[in-house]
């Protein structure tokens, strides 16, 4: 591999630069004459934070800015958080790979130790998920759920300063950041399924660029590849976002993959969940399958209320 210089475009947040300095230390180990440089982009996501998530809309809402400079040659190639990409991404770009997949799991932050079983309908969880809100509605309708928006020392600030009593957040941030102190409990996938592809870390490339596409090949995660390519599959067929109170979990030992998919209503008196097993050679068509039965089984009209909305 000749000498020149790879630029990974980022957002700017501390894990968006994590999740980037990861990346640059997988190809420069593997590639040590390439000098790799990291550029910081804002994306709209960043820029609006007093509006929800669920009323901004979801498409492109952390990834657009960072696309179009990858369109545009500014850089070579984009990292993001694969649960923040669309399964349909802009024409001319493609998933080059993904890093190992850290935790898929939701985390329970609450100030006083409580766990979430152990929480009232005087406590304020915070959330600024859809599909946290709409599980934990489902298994304790009582609880309070308000809105939050901001990264993680934002959030974590928040909760001290009084705005909520306790956070539901992605597992895999907290850790990465080193904030493992802060964590009440990893939620377990049967009360809180995770968002489709959580934990995983998105190389995204121009798909006519075979250069990058060959670094790219040497640092990526067959596993964790197959297991979030399905996932992304039943997230594509039942046509869920960000805000849409879509979820999956997924599996693989020995070559089997087990793949559960959840679909809810926002207030958590509807929700549908269903699970296949399939070899990982199957696991795209099974993963569409499960996507079409769990529309079949109600969740078509659970998604068509919530977009009408």
């Given amino acids: 591999m000749s000498n020149t210089t790879i630029k990974i475009g980022t957002r700017g947040s501390?894990?968006?630069l994590w999740q980037a300095s990861q990346v640059k230390t997988a190809i420069s180990a593997a590639f040590p004459d390439l000098n790799v440089e990291t550029v910081v982009i804002k994306t709209k996501g960043d820029i609006i934070l007093d509006v929800s998530l669920s009323k901004i809309g979801d498409k492109g809402l952390f990834t657009k800015e960072i696309e179009t400079a990858l369109l545009n040659g500014e850089i070579d190639?984009?990292?993001?958080?694969l649960k923040d990409l669309p399964t349909e991404l802009p024409e001319g770009l493609c998933l080059g790979g993904m890093l190992p997949r850290?935790?898929?799991r939701d985390v329970f932050i609450s100030k006083d130790?409580?766990?979430?079983n152990e929480m009232t309908a005087n406590d304020r969880i915070a959330t600024s998920s859809l599909r946290r809100k709409a599980q934990v509605l489902a298994y304790n309708p009582k609880l309070n759920i308000v809105d939050i928006r901001g990264n993680v020392d934002t959030r974590?600030?928040?909760m001290n300063d009084g705005h909520c009593d306790a956070l539901l957040m992605a597992g895999a941030g907290i850790i990465r950041l080193g904030y493992d102190k802060h964590i009440t409990e990893l939620l377990d996938p049967a009360i809180v399924l995770p968002a489709v592809s959580q934990g995983a870390v998105a190389i995204e490339i121009r798909e006519d660029d075979e250069h990058i596409q060959r670094i790219i090949d040497a640092i990526s995660d067959e596993k964790t590849w197959n297991?979030?390519?399905a996932e992304r599959w039943l997230l594509r067929t039942l046509e869920g976002g960000c805000q849409v109170p879509v979820a999956c979990y997924s599996e693989l030992k020995n070559d089997q993959l087990t793949l559960t998919g959840l679909v809810a209503s926002v207030d958590g008196?509807?929700?549908i969940r269903k699970q296949i097993s399939c070899s990982i050679e199957e696991a795209s068509e099974k993963a569409i399958e499960l996507a079409e039965a769990i529309l079949a089984d109600g969740g078509k009209e659970i998604l068509d209320e919530i977009r009408t909305v």
């Avoid at 190639?77 to 958080?81: D, Y």
């Avoid at 130790?113 to 979430?116: D, I, P, V």
């Fill in 14 to 16: 501390k894990l968006a």
């Fill in 77 to 81: 190639l984009a990292v993001h958080s």
């Fill in 102 to 104: 850290g935790e898929v």
């Fill in 113 to 116: 130790g409580r766990k979430l």
């Fill in 156 to 158: 974590l600030n928040k």
């Fill in 227 to 229: 297991t979030t390519m």
């Fill in 269 to 271: 008196t509807k929700l």
